[in-house]
């Protein structure tokens, strides 16, 4: 199959070529679509309780505030006649949208929990209607018409849509300036690696097709199923990242050919059948743990599932089709628009003498070696034992804007913080007399401030103040109970867990809604299918790697090292984004991590850390293949793979690092955490660890039981023998005639 697929690419170069070009036209006009499509949202598990509450409040009272409007005089008071009307025209106007059920001020109740303790500012308060998507969209509009200065009140928007409002923006922002940061160093580097200005851009134009590809294919995705706007940052850095990935190995490994004196059209069949199966290999790690995520129910990652598969195959695809044409097509002329003087590409046999004395050193005593740098990985590792989560808020965002600034006026201004109430929706008839029994329990639990009920308010199980008839329906009432402060708080956690142990009145179901409902649901539907995630990936990364080796002890070892790496990254991002070292460098506000975000960065950087360990274990298993002693077989394996595998790595994280600088504290997790997962895989794991344990295993690495063995010669996924030149021209002899030649220098050598 790669026979005939170099044979064609070589052949037909001018028809790929126009057909891929044909295709990245048609990848630009779908992308265009990308932004209007996606969603913001996706953290709520559909099926759970604080859902099935949210749904409730929705379709029988009008929903919940998720829309927040601090409202602060520019001059005077609160209670002036001009600020009151001001605010009456502003409810007004909101009425008129057709966007806004129920609205609430501070001037139409005179309540003080709308209030901040100083007086200088008060709260609008609304529910804005329709599903996620239709919400957000009615509330950009209000936002940009209603969200601003005048000569009387300033008004600045806050609450779930508020924050959503603003992370949208920033990360369209974010993302631009992470493009114009990565591009350019990559670029750079790519320059330095190859020393040729044509040889350079080829990675770099495979990456912005697949970038354009991932945009293309989530403007699809959008349209028939629910893609969380977040997937944007992901694939673009995944795309870009992987593409230079493999376009670095095959055209690296065609100038080695080159240089060793192959003709364009054996340079290409033989970058085909090593650089290229190792690419396809390589991809089929990554898109397996990806995949690990279409198993929780949260469409944020789930999403992240699709367009990241998709993302890969894009970018294998055009790695394996476009590049091999284009280097058909340039033939020698890949070494043109030399930058600096260089000695020749070194042929493919050329190992690193770097590489090979620190795999040398490092099997000479490799226990001594392997137990403190272990050591050192397991302390790193150590702050994730300590991690406390979240569901993203403002605190994600920076301080200069509005949604946080409401938000931190709600947690330490008032009274009570309306966006962490949590609202009982009692679903059924029942007695009155049960309804105030049920409420009054509730409101002797801990940490319970108050509870508003149809009937009145409740504090320590007496009942006061005025009723709210509003929370009454025909078959169904609710509870606002007011709280924690702090909806991500164990307190408000707890409190959760505590309304849900009251058993519900007689004849009806109880759900639990609010943001700390929806933390505790986001944790328990991560959790409870987190086992099945990590058992996928340990199963399949065990299939493949035995496939690809025959050895039963090389992919438990893979496994073992990688859980080892991600232990470390884990304890340094809870120790920077949770605890807050180099918070001030970095610009954020340290708060407890974002639920998702660990599963995320695991099936992320897992997959991308199993590249290098195929690249590296496609290269001693073919020395150990070849008759090579263990050690030896490993010392040579990491000679001639060390210098690709450390290329490759700092380019890939560059365009994870550039992620670190936006401005919402949950992508600059992902984006440096990666980055780290990515340098210390390919550095400590790679060439240091990898070489020592497999000398310590010995002979011991290319065991499999004789079952497996035998399985593994039958459909194993062995290397197959390099074409020579009289296979290729046989095969040319068998196929149609090729294109007319290039002029000299350019399809062949």
């Known amino acids: 199959?790669?026979?005939?697929?170099?044979?064609?690419?070589?052949?037909?170069?001018?028809?790929?070529?126009?057909?891929?070009?044909?295709?990245?036209?048609?990848?630009?006009?779908?992308?265009?679509?990308?932004?209007?499509?996606?969603?913001?949202?996706?953290?709520?598990?559909?099926?759970?309780?604080?859902?099935?509450?949210?749904?409730?409040?929705?379709?029988?009272?009008?929903?919940?505030?998720?829309?927040?409007?601090?409202?602060?005089?520019?001059?005077?008071?609160?209670?002036?006649?001009?600020?009151?009307?001001?605010?009456?025209?502003?409810?007004?106007?909101?009425?008129?949208?057709?966007?806004?059920?129920?609205?609430?001020?501070?001037?139409?109740?005179?309540?003080?929990?709308?209030?901040?303790?100083?007086?200088?500012?008060?709260?609008?308060?609304?529910?804005?209607?329709?599903?996620?998507?239709?919400?957000?969209?009615?509330?950009?509009?209000?936002?940009d018409d209603y969200a601003r200065t005048d000569g009387t009140i300033q008004v600045r928007a806050g609450g779930q849509l508020g924050v959503n409002h603003d992370v949208t923006a920033q990360v369209g922002k974010d993302l631009g300036l992470a493009e114009g940061i990565a591009v350019p160093i990559t670029l750079l580097l790519l320059v330095l690696a190859f020393g040729s200005l044509v040889a350079a851009l080829l990675p770099l134009g495979i990456g912005l097709v697949a970038i354009a590809g991932t945009f293309a294919e989530l403007s699809l995705l959008g349209h028939v199923t629910d893609v969380s706007t977040y997937a944007i940052n992901l694939t673009t850095a995944l795309g870009l990242g992987l593409a230079i990935d493999y376009s670095l190995l095959i055209v690296n490994r065609f100038r080695e050919e080159v240089a060793a004196g192959a003709d364009t059209e054996a340079a290409v069949a033989r970058t085909l059948h090593t650089a290229g199966r190792t690419v396809i290999f390589s991809s089929a790690t990554v898109a397996v743990a990806l995949a690990a995520m279409v198993i929780f129910p949260l469409y944020f990652l789930r999403s992240f599932a699709y367009a990241g598969i998709g993302v890969v195959l894009i970018a294998m695809l055009a790695a394996l089709i476009t590049l091999p044409a284009l280097l058909s097509w340039l033939g020698e002329r890949v070494n043109s628009g030399r930058v600096r003087r260089r000695r020749p590409v070194r042929p493919a046999s050329e190992e690193s003498p770097f590489w090979r004395r620190t795999a040398t050193r490092v099997m000479r005593h490799p226990v001594a070696i392997a137990l403190p740098v272990i050591a050192v990985l397991l302390v790193m590792g150590s702050p994730f034992l300590k991690i406390v989560f979240s569901t993203p808020d403002d605190r994600a965002l920076p301080t200069t804007l509005a949604s946080r600034q409401v938000g931190d006026a709600l947690r330490n201004d008032f009274p009570g913080n309306a966006t962490a109430n949590l609202y009982v929706v009692i679903d059924g008839g029942a007695t009155s007399t049960a309804i105030d029994e049920y409420t009054a329990h509730v409101s002797t639990l801990p940490g319970v401030t108050s509870v508003q009920s149809p009937d009145g308010l409740w504090q320590s199980g007496q009942r006061s103040g005025t009723a709210s008839p509003q929370l009454s329906a025909a078959d169904a009432r609710y509870l606002v109970v007011t709280g924690p402060t702090d909806?991500?708080?164990?307190?408000?956690?707890?409190?959760?867990?505590?309304?849900?142990?009251?058993?519900?009145?007689?004849?009806?179901?109880?759900?639990?809604?609010?943001?700390?409902?929806?933390?505790?649901?986001?944790?328990?539907?991560?959790?409870?299918?987190?086992?099945?995630?990590?058992?996928?990936?340990?199963?399949?990364?065990?299939?493949?790697?035995?496939?690809?080796?025959?050895?039963?002890?090389?992919?438990i070892?893979?496994?073992?090292?990688?859980?080892?790496?991600?232990?470390?990254?884990?304890?340094?991002?809870?120790?920077?984004?949770?605890?807050?070292?180099?918070?001030?460098?970095?610009?954020?506000?340290?708060?407890?991590?974002?639920?998702?975000?660990?599963?995320?960065?695991?099936?992320?950087?897992?997959?991308?850390?199993?590249?290098?360990?195929?690249?590296?274990?496609?290269?001693?298993?073919?020395?150990?293949?070849?008759?090579?002693?263990?050690?030896?077989?490993?010392?040579?394996?990491?000679?001639?793979?060390?210098?690709?595998?450390?290329?490759?790595?700092?380019?890939?994280?560059?365009?994870?690092?550039?992620?670190?600088?936006?401005?919402?504290?949950?992508?600059?997790?992902?984006?440096?955490?990666?980055?780290?997962?990515?340098?210390?895989?390919?550095?400590?794991?790679?060439?240091?660890?990898?070489?020592?344990?497999?000398?310590?295993?010995?002979?011991?690495?290319?065991?499999?039981?004789?079952?497996?063995?035998?399985?593994?010669?039958?459909?194993?996924?062995?290397?197959?023998?390099?074409?020579?030149?009289?296979?290729?021209?046989?095969?040319?002899?068998?196929?149609?005639?090729a294109e007319p030649a290039e002029p000299a220098g350019a399809g062949r050598s």
């Open 1 to 143: 199959m790669i026979d005939r697929l170099a044979h064609l690419v070589f052949h037909r170069r001018r028809l790929v070529l126009a057909l891929s070009a044909a295709v990245l036209v048609a990848f630009a006009v779908l992308a265009a679509g990308a932004f209007s499509v996606l969603k913001v949202g996706g953290f709520d598990d559909p099926k759970s309780g604080s859902t099935q509450a949210q749904h409730l409040l929705d379709t029988k009272f009008g929903g919940q505030t998720n829309l927040v409007m601090l409202v602060t005089p520019v001059t005077g008071h609160l209670d002036d006649p001009a600020v009151t009307t001001a605010v009456q025209r502003l409810t007004q106007n909101l009425r008129n949208t057709g966007d806004v059920g129920a609205i609430t001020s501070y001037w139409s109740t005179h309540s003080d929990s709308l209030r901040t303790r100083d007086g200088r500012s008060a709260l609008v308060t609304m529910h804005v209607l329709g599903d996620d998507d239709a919400s957000f969209k009615s509330a950009q509009t209000i936002i």
């Open 487 to 555: 909806p991500a708080s164990s307190a408000a956690q707890k409190l959760v867990t505590s309304i849900r142990g009251i058993a519900a009145p007689a004849s009806t179901q109880v759900h639990v809604g609010g943001a700390p409902a929806q933390l505790v649901d986001s944790k328990n539907a991560i959790g409870s299918r987190l086992p099945w995630a990590l058992l996928w990936i340990a199963v399949t990364t065990f299939v493949l790697l035995f496939l690809f080796t025959g050895s039963v002890v090389l992919p």
């Open 557 to 737: 070892k893979a496994l073992l090292l990688n859980a080892l790496s991600l232990s470390a990254v884990f304890g340094a991002m809870v120790w920077i984004f949770q605890e807050g070292h180099f918070s001030s460098l970095l610009g954020f506000t340290p708060t407890p991590i974002n639920t998702s975000m660990p599963v995320l960065l695991f099936c992320i950087a897992f997959g991308l850390s199993m590249d290098y360990e195929v690249f590296l274990l496609s290269r001693i298993k073919e020395e150990h293949d070849r008759g090579a002693s263990n050690t030896e077989a490993v010392a040579a394996g990491l000679a001639r793979t060390g210098r690709i595998v450390s290329t490759a790595a700092l380019l890939l994280s560059v365009t994870f690092f550039a992620f670190g600088t936006s401005h919402v504290s949950f992508l600059q997790l992902f984006g440096i955490g990666t980055a780290i997962a990515i340098i210390l895989d390919a550095t400590v794991i790679r060439g240091i660890l990898v070489p020592a344990i497999m000398k310590v295993a010995g002979d011991a690495n290319w065991w499999a039981p004789a079952p497996l063995r035998r399985l593994h010669n039958r459909i194993g996924l062995a290397e197959t023998s390099i074409p020579s030149d009289a296979q290729l021209a046989a095969l040319a002899s068998t196929t149609e005639p």
